[in-house]
């Protein structure tokens, strides 16, 4: 995989892991643990979305 696309992947993942964490500790008002394992499941499913848009050719 080129890095171009590596470098979409890793982005889109850490943006999404982010905006979760932000949300869960700040509007929310979790603790960090619950933020934590919040923030590491929803960038799971982000990276594997990314990680699949990235790699699908084009037709």
Do not use: C, E
């Not at 869960?24 to 990276?47: E, K």
Request: proline residues 2%; positive net charge.
């Amino acid at each position: 995989m080129p890095n171009d696309k590596l470098r979409f992947v890793l982005l889109y993942t850490v943006g999404i892991a982010l905006v979760v964490f932000i949300i869960n500790r700040v509007v929310l008002h979790a603790d960090m643990q619950t933020s934590l394992m919040w923030t590491a499941m929803f960038a799971a499913i982000a990276f594997a979305m990314a990680w699949r848009h990235a790699s699908q050719k084009k037709q």
